[in-house]
């Protein structure tokens, strides 16, 4: 990917990982459009207990997080694509989450929307092959953010080393870029990927049960 002389649109870029991305492509040279749905992070990550979640009545709740974690990001693409592939050069870039490989019990559904991206985002690269369009995928790992509310991920690898981490990806060239853990479950086995949810479960459950 071109780093510099770019235009660019970041949406939810006005917190977290999209407003330290902003700044880096700005710093680079390139002309950043930010856009969102609400002035806060404008990715969702909901910790629940499936047995306690009453899918009946508070259905609309839950596919709030399927909406903006899923369905935004698949209809931008399938909308900006078609224009993109009358450029010279394009990029797509998604992200989704070291959650898309190793599922967390405590958040399924933001696991499985980022499960679906990471599928999405390799259909769409094998798609666009023989186009001018370049599709990367970013896989971050528990970033300290206020991502699912303030507080929840302050255990997180810091922002601009993340960051900082991920364009250092993007200058070498990378389709798919991940970080600490993320890069690791990028590359699990099946048997790696049921260890590490036995795992996340055992050492998880007593908050389960307080959700």
Known sequence: MRLSGNTILITGGGSGIGLAFAERFINQGNQVIICG?????AGIQQRFSILKADARDNWSYFSKEIRTNMEATIHLSMLFAPLFAEKEKATIINVTSGLAFTPAMFAPVYS?????????????????TDSSIEVIE??????NTDLGGAGLHSQGVPLDAFADGIFKGLEE???????GTSAKAM????????ETGTRMYNLMKDMLDKL
């Open 173 to 179: 060239g990378q389709k798919e870029i991940g970080y």
């Open 37 to 41: 749905r609400r002035e806060e992070n």
């Open 112 to 128: 499985a929307t980022k499960a679906a991206i990471h599928s999405f985002t390799m259909s769409l690269r094998h798609q666009l």
């Open 187 to 194: 590359r699990m086995s099946r048997d790696e990927i049921d």
């Open 138 to 143: 970013v896989v971050p790992p528990a970033v």
